[in-house]
């Protein structure tokens, strides 16, 4: 009895876990009808320990930015970019872009008053855009395009 209580437990862990596996995502940055950038899609998902390869086409000049990660890619009109990284961590994180030209030429999440970027749904929906003052002849624009979500194994 005990044999086969052992049997069906190794089966149902063994069915019930996956390896990591590599995800290619095909990303578009761009200016909607309404002159706001938008990424599609709009959520990137992936379960933790995935190697995720972004190949990332964009209409703007600028950097795309995962909030948590702390990771960034330039990308811009003239060349599409390939962005890997390991999806190590589980929630929920905002994906930024930064227009480049801007006086604000680095990014510190203590300017946009975010906490932490893990967490449910509900949490920041509400984003569309931050505005962030720049200490020269104007202002840096971060726009929010969307959330990387990453589950658990």
Do not use: W
């Amino acid at each position: 009895m005990v044999c086969v209580f052992a049997t069906l437990l190794y089966v149902a862990v063994a069915c019930g876990s996956t390896k990591p596996e590599t995800q290619e995502i095909e990303v578009r940055i761009q200016l909607s009808s309404v002159g706001v950038i938008v990424m599609d899609p709009d959520l990137i998902e992936a379960k933790q320990d995935d190697t995720l390869v972004l190949s990332i086409v964009s209409e703007k000049e600028g950097m795309m930015h995962i909030h948590g990660y702390d990771l960034g890619i330039m990308v811009s009109p003239e060349n599409a970019a390939v962005f890997e990284f390991d999806a190590a961590t589980t929630g929920r994180f905002e994906v930024m872009f930064h227009a480049v030209g801007s006086n604000d030429s680095s990014h510190s999440h203590d300017a946009h008053g975010h906490a932490s970027h893990k967490g449910s749904s509900d949490e920041a929906d509400n984003h569309t855009s931050h505005e962030t003052s720049s200490s020269g002849e104007g202002q840096s624009i971060d726009q929010f395009l969307g959330y990387l979500q990453v589950m658990p194994r």
